[in-house]
């Protein structure tokens, strides 16, 4: 999670790192090339509008929305329960007191009962 871009490329290139800078430049764009290239033919075979790995996650959530009860507080703002536990979802703000729904900018599974 705490990894950048920056990070990930320089370890892809710690025995470039002695190449000549011509070459060395040279490689980076072949690697480059080949990322793009690959992340292409991916979205070419993709049958969701989302990808694999994200539409999985998606369809654990829905998984877990049947056991949830809602209660509307306003147009946007509802009170979801299950065993006891509470958790506020605003539809509006895209909120939930579970903070899935802000880190990883998917609906979490109260905030998918609440949309249906």
């Avoid at 320089?10 to 080949?34: D, G, H, Y």
């Avoid at 049958?47 to 507080?73: F, I, M, S």
Wanted: charged share 20%; hydrophobic share 40%.
């Amino acid at each position: 999670m705490t990894t950048n871009a920056a990070e990930c490329i320089n370890s892809c290139l710690k025995f470039a790192r002695q190449l000549p800078m011509l070459t060395l430049v040279e490689f980076i764009r072949n690697m480059l090339q080949w990322w793009f290239h690959d992340r292409y033919r991916a979205a070419q075979t993709m049958r969701h509008q989302l990808t694999d790995a994200a539409h999985l996650v998606l369809l654990k959530r829905v998984e877990k929305c049947g056991y949830l009860t809602v209660n509307p507080v306003d147009w946007n703002i509802f009170f979801v329960r299950r065993s006891g536990k509470q958790w506020t979802v605003d539809l509006a703000w895209k909120t939930c007191t579970c903070n899935k729904f802000q880190m990883d900018h998917f609906p979490c599974s109260h905030a998918l009962t609440t949309a249906r």
